[in-house]
């Protein structure tokens, strides 16, 4: 799932700039420096600086380039997604950058500032003796890094959690009033009391039709999705009730919306609210007949219609359909929701969600 996305600067000033890579590496490797030389007999001026430019050094190399690899290891595996490989591809990219980076500084540091063999220092020593500082520096900074990477995350989830309930919940509500006021009611009521004197099989279907509306808003209110085939069933059973309310005049065709796979799903109620959308919308009448595609094509869903519009919307219509069915695709998958408009047309065009 995403969240929306503010265009914001990533370019850092020149203040922001000395300061990670200067001032706050300073003041950390002050701080290693301090103590080392606390816990060592020698604390003349000279080792005492070479040590601060050392672990200076070490600071800003180790917490910069490690910033580094944490950021493109938060852009490709994240720690909801995956978090065993994050922590294993991450450990692994943090300690190889950790032992290069530091043996080209002590290097560097012996063979230039120095003047002494860094090979001779290393069989001296020991690489693990001289290894210990920038590890150690480099495991405070992970801590922090990760953590913080972790932390942020779950925050946007839970925020992110929060956000489809609520729309969720708007969805019912804005589901369950169009289904169950007065205004619909009404109508399918007159529409069946037509029918029972004139077709008593086809008052029969009609019943069963309207119970099949309903039961499917009370099954599925809950669910964030549903499989394709179950969406476009109800949508059938909601399509025809109006058939029959508006006859002629309204008119919905189906192109390749058969044949569906078990990993397709949507977010319930979706198709209905855009047919619903359009009978508010747009004039019908045998003068203004209202025609609407529903096509399945390239992963999609595209819902089409003509534009017959009225001077004002229809007296149930709140303007929540389309506008709540994109911010639950926003926060349930990185797929966009489209709306094409022409001068002669209206179109929406809903991703196909695949579970995996």
């Not at 800003?60 to 493109?72: F, K, M, P």
């Not at 490989?85 to 120095?114: M, N, P, Q």
């Not at 006021?181 to 099989?201: E, G, I, K, M, R």
């Not at 004039?283 to 999609?300: F, M, P």
Request: proline letters at 3%; glycine letters at 4%.
């Amino acid at each position: 799932m995403s969240s929306p996305e503010v265009c914001v600067s990533t370019k850092k000033s020149p203040w922001g700039i000395i300061k990670q890579w200067i001032i706050i590496p300073g003041i950390g490797g002050m701080t290693f420096a301090i103590i080392e030389h606390l816990a060592s007999d020698e604390m003349h001026g000279q080792t005492f600086l070479q040590s601060l430019l050392v672990s200076s050094t070490f600071w800003s190399v180790l917490a910069n380039g490690n910033g580094i690899i944490v950021d493109w290891l938060d852009k490709r595996w994240t720690w909801l997604e995956s978090p065993v490989r994050r922590v294993i591809i991450g450990v692994s990219a943090l300690l190889i950058y950790t032992v290069i980076a530091s043996l080209f500084i002590l290097y560097a540091y012996i063979e230039w500032v120095l003047d002494y063999s860094f090979y001779k220092v290393i069989e001296s020593q020991g690489v693990m003796a001289m290894l210990s500082l920038p590890i150690g520096i480099t495991v405070f900074i992970a801590l922090f890094q990760h953590g913080q990477g972790f932390l942020l995350e779950w925050r946007q989830a839970a925020i992110d959690v929060e956000r489809l309930k609520n729309e969720n919940l708007k969805s019912k509500f804005e589901t369950l009033k169009t289904q169950v006021n007065p205004h619909f009611l009404f109508n399918s009521l007159n529409a069946l009391t037509s029918l029972v004197y004139a077709d008593q099989s086809k008052a029969v279907e009609f019943i069963q039709k309207l119970s099949q509306v309903y039961r499917y808003v009370l099954d599925h209110q809950n669910d964030e999705v549903v499989p394709l085939q179950t969406e476009v069933d109800f949508l059938k059973s909601f399509v025809y009730l109006n058939t029959i309310r508006f006859g002629d005049n309204f008119e919905v065709t189906y192109v390749n919306m058969d044949d569906f796979k078990s990993s397709e799903t949507i977010p319930p109620v979706t198709l209905q609210m855009l047919i619903e959308n359009c009978i508010k919308h747009n004039e019908i009448s045998k003068k203004n007949q209202l025609k609407i595609s529903v096509e399945r094509k390239n992963g999609e869903v595209v819902v089409t219609n003509n534009i017959n519009p009225i001077t004002s919307a229809k007296q149930d219509s709140s303007g929540l359909g389309l506008s709540n069915i994109i911010s639950r695709y926003e926060m349930l998958s990185d797929k966009k929701v489209e709306v094409r408009e022409s001068a002669d047309t209206f179109e929406v065009v809903i991703p196909i969600l695949s579970l995996s």
